[in-house]
């Protein structure tokens, strides 16, 4: 789809459109927006690649290929991208610009919106349980909760509501 969309879109700002879709649809069939956001940097990366020259149909020279990222902030972005294209013209005649709009990173990114799994709560987690009577000890890796294991292994039950922030890793056994 990817690849499609790259081939037939004309413009950008379509390709913007289309790549927002292609996210989209793999969103709605479980695929992560970080594996969807690689395969199409990675794509547009290798398309890139292959045209790293265009022809000039003025003068008919190869001209280099430019390309540079730049966070879209409405006006802002129109006003730097017009005088970054005039720079370019006169500082690099046998180059063409090509600049990529980029929305900036959402607030949304920077927090965390779920609670921290206490350590005991966790599950797949290992463990290593220690014998007080003897220097045994015992290390295992469990898919139900940590602390169900653990009382599993003869730990009080209590242990935990007044230690909920302990460590797994050091936990006596009786």
């Known amino acids: 789809m990817i690849h499609r969309a790259i081939n037939i879109c004309s413009t950008y700002s379509l390709l913007h459109e ?3 879709i292609i996210l989209k649809i793999a969103k709605s069939n479980g695929y992560p927006s970080s594996f969807i956001e690689m395969l199409i940097g990675i794509k547009i990366s290798k398309w890139y690649s292959k045209s790293d020259t265009c022809v ?8 280099k290929r430019l ?9 802002s972005t129109r ?3 017009n005088d ?3 720079f370019t013209a006169e500082i690099r005649p046998d180059s063409q610009l090509t600049i990529i709009e980029k929305p900036p990173i959402s607030v949304q990114n920077f927090f965390d919106f779920k609670d921290k799994i206490p350590n005991n709560l966790k599950s ?4 290593n349980v220690k014998c007080k009577g003897c220097s045994s000890q015992y290390m295992g890796k ?16 209590d242990t935990y509501s007044s230690q909920s922030s302990q460590s797994l890793s050091n936990v006596n056994s009786s």
């Open 18 to 20: 289309e790549l927002n």
């Open 56 to 63: 000039d149909t003025d003068t008919d020279k190869k001209k």
């Open 67 to 75: 390309f540079i990222e730049v966070p879209f902030v409405e006006n």
């Open 79 to 81: 006003m730097f991208t």
């Open 84 to 86: 970054l294209r005039k």
């Open 124 to 127: 797949d987690v290992i463990y």
């Open 142 to 157: 469990t898919k139900r909760e940590a602390c169900r294991r653990l009382y599993q292994h003869g730990l009080p039950k």
